[in-house]
Structures are given as structure tokens and as C-alpha cells.
T-cell receptor
Framework: EDQVTQSPEALRLQEGESSSLNCSYTVSGLRGLFWYRQDPGKGPEFLFTLYSAGEEKEKERLKATLTKKESFLHITAPKPEDSATYLCAVQSAGGYQKVTFGTGTKLQVIP | DSGVTQTPKHLITATGQRVTLRCSPRSGDLSVYWYQQSLDQGLQFLIQYYNGEERAKGNILERFSAQQFPDLHSELNLSSLELGDSALYFC???????????FGPGTRLTVL
């Protein structure tokens, strides 16, 4: 069965203090790995899609990377508005191609 | 605004009842996904439809069913409701079957 584990569960950073969030996965053939941002009570907002090991994507202060076993979301010089829960998801190639989400990392950036 | 709409925003009902949640995907998107999010279990994938056909299934209970209509809107039917069904239900859509998903604002279901 496909599994996604995100760490840490919660992270508290000072404004400007860079860090990384981890997403470890096991999947029967990876079709795609997705990163989302979710604010409380709202639907997840798409950030990145990664398809193969070695791929990197960047958007403002965020950079996502992918290896064969894990993905990292690097946050450079975060601002308070980056506070949110960051979700990682994988879509498998085999069988029903279902999507499996991790439980997320809740990020708080303090001014 | 993702372009995905869900109705109703809030729903309060009693155990044993049946409800229908509705989702309209973004213009041009053929895939619709349904998710359940509760405090203790995170985002759980329920089911995916692509152009009217079921394409992927998660841990969807037998009491739950869904369909996608010719105009591509989708409905999630929840029956014989239990207290544990209280959760946020999200719909998402994507262009194809392996693309990034765009989520709606969700329907908050409370079962009393």
C-alpha cells in the first residue's frame, strides 16, 4: 500500500530563518509527487508537481526537490504569510492510480 | 479562487440521514476527486471520476457513492450518516488524470 510520511509534524520558525520540510514516500510506481499549501478551513492550494528523481521546482521562497524515496520543500527566508500546513501527496502508476496524502507539516513563522 | 465550486458550504443533519454534496469543476477540467478531511485523519482520498467514468477509488465506505454527470459536475451521496462522518468534504478537479488538482472551498458536514 502507498504511504506518505511528512516530518516534522509542526515547525516554528523566526521570520527569515530558512528550513526544510520532508516527505518520505513508498509507492508502487510514481506517477507524480505534489506539494500543496492549506490554510485553516480552506481547500489545499497547489504548489508543485515533481515527476522524476532529480527534478526541482521553485516558486518565490519555496523550492521542491525529489529523490527516489523522498521530497523536500525548502523555505528560504520565510515570512509570516508563509504560515500554513504544507501537504505532500503521491499518485501511483499501478492499479487504480489513486492519490495518497501525507498528514502535513504545520508551519508557523513568527515575526 | 480556484474555480472549483462546492455547495452547500455547511450542512447539519442527524444520524441515519442522507445528504448530497455537489461540486462543479473548473472550466475544461475532466477529472473530479472527492476527499474527506477530519481532524484526526488528515486528507483521505475517496474517489475520482474522469469524463463521467470512475477511475480511482480510495477508502470510500459502501454507504457513500458518487457520480459525474455529462456536464462534468459531480455529486457525493452520503447515507445512513454516523457521528464519525462529520468532517470537511473537499472536491478537486484537474485537466487530466495525473495532473495537479485544484480544490474547492469544501463542505463542512456536521452529524448530530
Amino acid at each position: 500500500e502507498d504511504q506518505v510520511t511528512q516530518s516534522p509534524e509542526a515547525l516554528r520558525l523566526q521570520e527569515g530563518e530558512s528550513s526544510s520540510l520532508n516527505c518520505s514516500y513508498t509507492v508502487s510506481g510514481l506517477r507524480g509527487l505534489f506539494w500543496y499549501r492549506q490554510d485553516p478551513g480552506k481547500g489545499p492550494e497547489f504548489l508543485f508537481t515533481l515527476y522524476s528523481a532529480g527534478e526541482e521546482k521553485e516558486k518565490e521562497r519555496l523550492k521542491a526537490t525529489l529523490t527516489k524515496k523522498e521530497s523536500f520543500l525548502h523555505i528560504t527566508a520565510p515570512k509570516p504569510e508563509d504560515s500554513a500546513t504544507y501537504l505532500c501527496a503521491v499518485q501511483s502508476a499501478g492499479g487504480y492510480q489513486k492519490v495518497t496524502f501525507g498528514t502535513g507539516t504545520k508551519l508557523q513563522v513568527i515575526p | 479562487d480556484s474555480g472549483v465550486t462546492q455547495t452547500p458550504k455547511h450542512l447539519i443533519t442527524a444520524t441515519g440521514q442522507r445528504v448530497t454534496l455537489r461540486c462543479s469543476p473548473r472550466s475544461g477540467d475532466l477529472s473530479v476527486y472527492w476527499y474527506q478531511q477530519s481532524l484526526d485523519q488528515g486528507l483521505q482520498f475517496l474517489i475520482q471520476y474522469y469524463n463521467g467514468e470512475e477511475r480511482a477509488k480510495g477508502n470510500i465506505l459502501e454507504r457513500f457513492s458518487a457520480q459525474q454527470f455529462p456536464d462534468l459536475h459531480s455529486e457525493l451521496n452520503l447515507s445512513s450518516l454516523e457521528l464519525g462522518d462529520s468532517a470537511l468534504y473537499f472536491c478537486a478537479s484537474s485537466v487530466g488524470q495525473i495532473n495537479e488538482q485544484f480544490f474547492g472551498p469544501g463542505t463542512r458536514l456536521t452529524v448530530l
